[in-house]
């Protein structure tokens, strides 16, 4: 990753760098010690597939009404942020930016997290674009509009409904079902954000990707990952959000990683994603 540089413009911190061209407001450290943080996202919990299915089915039914890509988003966020981030505001979230923590809005953090996935996916050379466990698909429409040929594939009825409702080519996708990665198509590039985090264990994943490799250019993941933050960790653990992804990568001698870039964005600064890029050999 490039170093940061500084400077200020109109109040905004300019400290962007190549790979992320990002302007965010400035001078917002935060305490990240555990009495700091919403004890909300402390909370243990146990998750299956079930309960995913539960969570999401109730969060993309809320965006039926969408009259565009942007009301998608921001109405599974208001549906239920005060659930997730009972102290906090709409436009007072605590974001972390490549090891940074600001206070800022939601528009904001919303243009932050689409400007580093697609920056990151743009640079990459396939014929199709495949983001597993897509949602409603508002990543594969911005991607669309930039000329990338697009495809998904996502678990949830509702959220393939607004999918469809945008014209994206989105099919019906159980990360378990081996089968179901069948819809990886030639020459393609395999992304997730936040989706294998849903996983308590990645081998289905990596797994169902390992029997499509052929057709698979590389892989980027978006997702939180295992650091040398022990606030973060403690809190993948008691959420039991996925805690081997890179792990099962690193061990593999078909899989090669091709960059790492870790406290990349988050909304919460224990919920913190990390870039992870990957190919089979």
Not at 53 to 66: F, G, L, M, P, R
Not at 168 to 185: A, G
Request: proline content about 4%; charged content about 25%.
């Amino acid at each position: 990753m490039a170093d940061s540089t500084d400077g200020r413009e109109n109040g905004l911190d300019l400290r962007g760098t190549n790979d992320y061209p990002i302007h965010f407001p400035a001078d917002s450290q935060l305490n990240l010690s555990p009495s700091a943080t919403n004890d909300a996202f402390m909370s243990p919990t146990k998750r299956t597939k079930q309960s995913v299915i539960d969570e999401y089915t109730n969060k993309w039914q809320s965006t039926h009404s969408a009259k565009s890509i942007e009301d998608t988003l921001d109405l599974a966020f208001y549906h239920n942020i005060k659930s997730k981030l009972s102290k906090v505001e709409s436009d007072d979230l605590d974001v972390t930016f490549l090891g940074t923590t600001l206070k800022t809005n939601w528009q904001i953090f919303k243009s932050m997290k689409k400007n580093i996935l697609l920056y990151t996916l743009e640079q990459l050379k396939a014929d199709h674009f495949c983001e597993l466990g897509c949602g409603p698909g508002y990543l594969l429409y911005y991607l669309k509009e930039i000329g990338k040929i697009v495809y998904g594939g996502e678990l949830i009825p509702d959220a393939i409904k607004v999918a469809k409702k945008f014209d994206l080519d989105v099919s019906k996708f159980d990360f378990y079902e081996l089968s179901d990665y069948e819809i990886i198509k030639n020459n393609s590039v395999i992304f997730t954000a936040q989706a294998i985090e849903q996983l308590p264990d990645a081998t289905p994943f990596l797994s169902g990707l390992r029997l499509q490799k052929d057709k698979i250019s590389s892989v980027v993941n978006f997702e939180p990952l295992i650091t040398d933050n022990t606030h973060q960790n403690e809190y993948l653990k008691k959420n039991d959000y996925n805690t081997n992804l890179f792990e099962l990568l690193n061990s593999a001698d078909d899989v090669e990683i091709l960059s790492r870039s870790d406290s990349v964005l988050g909304i919460h600064p224990l919920n913190v994603v990390s870039k992870l890029h990957w190919k089979f050999k």
